[in-house]
């Protein structure tokens, strides 16, 4: 595990803002571990578990899974990650995410990137997606974009205050998108 303290990113945004899309590329780019809460509690769903059941029913109604659960699994995958340049991608979700984050793991990010995108547009890359999760059907859909907007404000406003926001218009393809990131992370001294 790494001996320097993490440099850890929170990437934030709707579901199908670009999250995991661009987290791709400033991984490539830019040499960052990316860590999904969302692959991560997909990965727990599909092994054989105390908590299996509970996540799978969670994650189909859109609802947030308990923050202790997620906390750990990113914990542990910082913990064993070689690389000191974190993204956490699709965690903090809610407020009480975030506390437990800070009080289990004990740091706070030096960095939120917050994708901003149409909810039309969110929908329909959503479900034009394709690869089977169940999540993605209209109804989940529906379920998540609410728990998303009344949730996630209070997170980027904690973050805002702290000057740690960098808000991104994610309309546009993938690459033009990035083209904005990519200042963001060239400028950065790690
Ligand atoms: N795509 C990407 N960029 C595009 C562009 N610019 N133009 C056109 N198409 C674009 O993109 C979505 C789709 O759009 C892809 O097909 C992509 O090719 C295309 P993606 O990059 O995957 O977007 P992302 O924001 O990552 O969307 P995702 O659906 O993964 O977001 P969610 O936040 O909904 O999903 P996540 O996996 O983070 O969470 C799933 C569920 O897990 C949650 O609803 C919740 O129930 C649970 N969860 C928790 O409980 N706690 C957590 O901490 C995390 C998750
Ligand atoms: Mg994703």
Known sequence: SNQRSP???FVLGGPGSGKGTQCVKIAETFGFAHLSAGDLLRKEMSSDNENRAMIW?????????????TVNL????????????I??????RSDENRIA???????EPDLVLFFDC???EMVKRVLNRNQGRIDDNIETIKKRLKVFEKLNLPVINHYSAKGKV????????????????RPLFASLSI
């Open 101 to 107: 984050f800070e009080r289990i793991v004990g740091v």
């Open 57 to 69: 029913d969670i994650i189909k109604e859109g609802k947030i899974v308990p923050s202790e659960i």
């Open 74 to 85: 990113i914990r542990r995958a910082i913990e064993s990650s070689k690389n000191h340049k």
């Open 87 to 92: 993204l956490i991608d699709g965690f903090p």
């Open 7 to 9: 440099f850890i990113t």
């Open 118 to 120: 149409p909810e039309e």
């Open 166 to 181: 960098y808000k991104i218009n994610a309309e546009g393809t993938a690459d033009e998108i990035f083209e904005k990131v």
